[in-house]
């Protein structure tokens, strides 16, 4: 059974910075691309970043410069390191990653971490 488990949300100010952490934990044989996404009360959810198991990202165009995904292999974890948090950035934000486990290679989410900015 794999698990994702997401953590480093919170109530933050405008222009502060948070640094969300997803863990993934269970039977793993390899874990190829994880990610970021979120989704905003009333829209849909969105991608924030990428990141394959060499090192590629990929970033949602509006969030570059201000976003830095990166991951440990060693200890089957991606971060995501938020800078000048703006209101808008206020989400639930989820991570996914592509991971083969004892017998196939599935697609899992973990269940969110909110970050909530505001003055």
């Known amino acids: 059974q794999v698990q994702l488990v997401e953590s480093g949300g919170g109530l933050v100010q405008p222009g502060e910075s948070l640094r969300l952490s997803c863990a993934a934990s269970?039977?793993?044989?390899?874990?190829?691309?994880m990610g970021w996404y979120r989704r905003a009360p009333g829209k849909q959810r969105e991608l924030v970043a990428s990141?394959?198991?060499?090192?590629?990202?990929n970033y949602a165009d509006s969030l570059k410069g201000r976003f830095t995904i990166s991951r440990d292999n060693a200890k089957a974890t991606v971060y995501l390191q938020m800078n000048s948090l703006k209101p808008e950035d206020t989400a639930v934000y989820y991570c996914?990653?592509?991971?083969?486990?004892?017998?196939?290679?599935?697609?899992?989410w973990g269940l969110g971490t909110q970050v909530t900015v505001s003055s």
């Open positions: 996914d990653a592509n991971i083969i486990d004892g017998s196939s290679r599935g697609h899992y």
């Open positions: 269970g039977s793993i044989f390899r874990i190829y691309t």
């Open positions: 990141i394959t198991r060499s090192g590629i990202t």
